[in-house]
């Protein structure tokens, strides 16, 4: 980064299981941009504390244990973010958005300078969400509890356009049946993707949430792509 950029925050976002880890791991091997960009994430910091106490995984720790570590966890993260920002490094975030502490976050990022890039994956359903995480699981992937996905993957629906609003640029994907872009930000510029409809999203339920998204930012418009009208 040149010493005039501005530097960039990325935000891997969506629902447990939505594919945001698998999706920055591609990315990492694939684009130059996050070749040197650090990932803040508190299930990695968990991963590396169960393993000192002995266990392959979170999953086999006591429920007491467990938590303690996502607490510790938890705490690492907000250090490391806070540092980075502080220095003006561009780094990455993944958070399931399902909460309006992340707009704060975003807020503060902004503050310092920095650009908010988003990559939002969802599913068709809180119930595949539930799936996909039993099966990350099954291949020795930390579990989330039914009640705290499904309680999250609401959450997160409901807040989709305001942290859409928030980006300066972002990238909404449905990874229901393989992960296919719906819609890109620039800025201003609203692009609906010709994949959108394959992607299971309806011209209507991209315009319910394109108006939502306006109900945050009234100056956004549609930047060409698929058309909305019915």
Do not use: C
């Not at 908010?116 to 996909?132: E, F, G, M």
């Not at 309680?151 to 859409?164: E, Q, S, T, W």
């Not at 999203?201 to 009208?229: H, I």
């Amino acid at each position: 980064m040149s010493k005039h950029e501005k530097p960039t925050l990325y935000i891997f976002a969506g629902p447990n299981g939505a594919g945001k880890s698998s999706m920055y791991e591609i990315l990492e091997k694939t684009d130059p941009a996050f070749a040197n960009t650090k990932l803040v994430n508190p299930d990695v910091y968990g991963q590396r504390l169960a393993n000192k106490e002995g266990a392959k995984n979170v999953n086999e720790l006591s429920p007491e244990r467990r938590e303690a570590v996502y607490v510790k966890a938890g705490k690492i993260a907000v250090t490391e973010r806070k540092k980075l920002l502080e220095n003006g490094k561009s780094f990455a975030i993944e958070t399931t958005a399902s909460s309006k502490g992340l707009f704060r976050f975003i807020d503060t990022a902004k503050e310092h300078g920095y650009t908010i890039n988003l990559k939002y994956v969802t599913l068709a359903s809180s119930d595949l969400h539930v799936q996909r995480v039993h099966s990350r699981v099954q291949q020795g992937g930390h579990s989330v509890a039914e009640d705290d996905i499904v309680r999250r993957y609401d959450k997160a629906k409901k807040l989709l356009p305001i942290v859409l609003a928030k980006a300066d640029r972002a990238e909404l994907y449905d990874n229901s049946n393989e992960r296919l872009l719906v819609l890109s930000k620039d800025q201003n510029k609203i692009k609906v993707a010709p994949t959108a409809e394959l992607a299971g999203w309806s011209k209507e339920r991209v315009r319910a949430l394109f108006n939502d998204m306006q109900k945050e930012a009234p100056d956004l418009e549609l930047d060409g792509g698929r058309s909305l009208r019915p």
